[in-house]
């Protein structure tokens, strides 16, 4: 059942209305004034499986932290990121865009260039018409500067999140695993020495320096595929860089220093409505949990991992809890793609899995047309205004963030460079329990559209070294001929039904063509 929107909003705004203004540029409208708005924040993992949490049925792993958010809001079980991989599932969820539709939103390079032009609408710069302090702490790789020529990391790094709408930033530029391996916060790497300046390549090594090849058997944790290019603190990245040593990360307490800046954001907003975007760098490679969670698991470096994202999750909650803002707080965890075992080093994650299932009952992970790839953990809790315990199995994704917390507050996102982003706020704070009618789930290699229970993957074929740009572990999910899945009758995606209804393999391909064609969601 849908509810009135007005209604709605009435009865969480004590009265307040909607302005008229316009946002120019946008045709957003200027949304509701006064203290009750809601502050919301994001956690976002990195690699994160649908059943990599304990509360989506992991049983080698314990997220009480995670459990009790869930247990206190809204689980969904049919909740999707965009894409398979990394930049664009945050690509769309910042830019409500489908990241397919837009070229060079592949997985960025350490030295890209920002892939969302400045002054675009994003989710944060949405927030900021609403009236919000905005930050994103983590994990970017979406790029940063013009692009006009190479990145001098040692000056001023802009156009980058302050350009969308972020009004503070601290960032991993792009992965834990390629360079620059420094922290940039509000456009400067943090504890540079400017006397040692920084320099990346991904083209030539710099002349002389280690590599994870040369000096393979000095590194700390070995490579099975790429990141054999740098050695930064005796593991090898993706990309060459020199120089910078005082700014170097330290990848054992980048949990801490993340969620530490996460904490001090809100701190410093506690008196203002705010929007946080925390990124994890945890579960993705290279994973070095600090100390205090090694072997918390079975499962090697890999579970160790998620017990330490549980513990940064629930360093926030404490946080939002002693300053009194919980219940006024919109708290989203979520993550950014599906699992991955081996994805570039030796961490012992295959061989030390044991029974435990990443993607849960899912077909796939990271990178596939599966949806393991894009089936992702998806929690929303708000004590004020959402009664706990409940599980929602409403198809909802997160390109649709822009436009339901924009119009939670008033505003009607209303762009031609978001209109995949939908208003499904009733499905996101539980009203609605059948969301979206449809949505299209980005593989590395192909797409797919999911429908009621009906789920096309368009074929493709693909040559026989084509796990370069997936992983040799994951299938992924093409086909060169088409398949369709009943995924309420075969959630895990093994019984291809394409040749039993061709009437519905020719519908829903009809409508993924009008859906790409129309370059919004119709
Ligand atoms: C891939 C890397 C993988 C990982 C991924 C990005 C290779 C062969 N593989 O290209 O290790 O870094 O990019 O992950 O280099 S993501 O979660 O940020 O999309
Ligand atoms: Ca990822």
Redesign the pocket.
């Given at each position: 059942m849908r509810i009135d929107r007005r209604q709605f909003m009435k009865s969480f705004a004590s009265g307040a209305i909607a302005g008229a203004g316009l946002w120019a540029g946008c045709g957003l409208q200027k949304g509701l004034s006064g203290s009750t708005k809601p502050n919301i924040v994001i956690i976002y993992a990195?690699?994160l499986g649908f059943g990599d949490v304990s509360c989506y049925g992991a049983t080698a792993v314990s997220t009480p932290n995670i459990d009790k958010i869930a247990a206190q809001g809204i689980r969904f079980t049919n909740g999707h990121c965009t894409s398979a991989?990394?930049?664009p599932s945050r690509y769309s969820m910042l830019t409500g865009e489908y990241a397919f539709r837009q070229e060079g939103t592949g997985?960025a390079r350490g030295n890209a260039a920002m892939i969302i032009q400045p002054g675009r609408t994003t989710w944060a710069s949405a927030m900021q018409q609403c009236g919000y302090k905005t930050g994103v702490v983590g994990k970017w790789?979406l790029g940063l500067g013009d692009g006009k020529e190479e990145l001098d990391w040692n000056k001023d790094i802009k156009p980058g999140p302050h350009e969308i709408g972020f009004d503070y930033n601290f960032l991993v530029p792009a992965?834990g695993?390629?360079v620059p391996c420094v922290y940039v916060e509000n456009r400067r790497v943090v504890n540079l020495d400017k006397s040692d300046p920084i320099k990346v390549s991904y083209d030539e090594p710099f002349p002389g320096e280690p590599t994870g090849v040369s000096h393979r058997n000095e590194l700390k944790l070995d490579w099975t595929?790429?990141?054999n290019d740098a050695i930064i603190n005796g593991v090898g990245r993706?990309g060459y860089m020199i120089g910078g040593k005082s700014a170097i990360w330290d990848d054992e307490t980048m949990a801490d220093v993340l969620t530490g800046k996460a904490v001090d954001f809100i701190k410093r907003n506690k008196a203002n409505p705010f929007f946080l975007y925390f990124a994890t760098h945890d579960v993705?490679?290279p994973r070095m949990p600090h100390n205090r969670f090694k072997d918390k698991t079975d499962m090697g470096s890999r579970g160790d991992v998620i017990v330490q994202f549980d513990y940064c999750v629930g360093q926030v909650v404490k946080t939002l809890n002693e300053l009194g803002l919980a219940d006024n707080t919109i708290l989203i965890i979520s993550s950014?793609?599906g699992p991955v075992l081996d994805?570039?080093y030796k961490d012992q994650a295959i061989e030390r899995v044991g029974s435990h299932k990443p993607a849960g009952p899912l077909r796939g992970g990271?990178y596939s047309a599966f949806s393991g790839g894009t089936r992702v953990p998806l929690i929303i809790r708000w004590p004020d205004k959402i009664s706990g315990g409940q599980v929602s199995n409403a198809l909802v994704s997160q390109v649709d963030f822009l436009a339901s917390f924009a119009a939670l507050n008033g505003l009607e996102v209303d762009c031609d460079t978001c209109g995949d982003s939908l208003n499904q706020i009733d499905a996101l704070l539980g009203k609605d329990k059948t969301g979206r009618k449809h949505l299209i789930q980005q593989g590395r290699l192909t797409l797919a559209l999911v429908e009621g229970k009906w789920k096309y993957i368009v074929p493709k074929k693909v040559s026989k070294n084509h796990w370069?740009i997936t992983n040799k572990f994951i299938e992924n999910g093409t086909s060169p001929k088409e398949q369709l899945y009943d995924m309420e009758a075969d959630i895990g995606e093994r019984n291809n039904l394409a040749e039993k209804y061709p009437e519905i393999v020719k519908r829903m391909a009809a409508k993924l063509e009008k859906l790409i064609e129309a370059g919004k969601t119709i």
């Open positions: 990195d690699d991989t990394c930049t997985i790789h992965t695993d390629r595929h790429d990141h993706l993705h490679v950014d793609n994805d570039g990271k370069t």
